[in-house]
Nanobody
């Protein structure tokens, strides 16, 4: 399975962006998918995830209420709607997919649980 992330760009603080992650196969609806982000010099961190099947969603506290993850099964595509963006949201955003459906939310926050990764798309939020 290959993942292709897109939608990054430059936006002013308070603005919105929508990221997309297209998969070459049916994976988001089976195991699930997630978004992570990384700032140069820092470790990659969990942003949000959506579980396969039930579509339960999980969010990092820093983005809760501002970001929304979703997917369209027919398109094998996952989305990240980002609203009320802040300068601290500036990062390279990576999408990921897991072939296994995990029982608890904790697993979806862990990078090692994901089998496939996209190439990353850069988001810059100016103040």
């Amino acid at each position: 399975v290959q993942l292709q992330a897109s939608g990054g760009g430059v936006v002013q603080a308070g603005g919105s962006l929508k990221l997309s992650c297209a998969a070459s196969g049916r994976t988001f609806s089976v195991g699930g998918g997630g978004w992570f982000r990384q700032v140069p010099g820092k470790e990659r961190e969990f942003v949000t995830a959506i579980k396969g099947g039930s579509s339960s969603t999980y969010y990092a506290d820093s983005v809760k209420g501002r970001f929304t993850i979703s997917r369209v099964n027919a398109k094998n595509t996952m989305y990240l709607q980002m609203n009320s963006l802040k300068p601290e949201d500036t990062a390279v955003y990576y999408c990921a997919a897991t072939a296994r459906r995990y029982a608890g939310s904790r697993y979806y926050t862990e990078q090692d649980r994901y089998d496939y990764w996209g190439q990353g798309t850069e988001v810059t939020v100016s103040s």
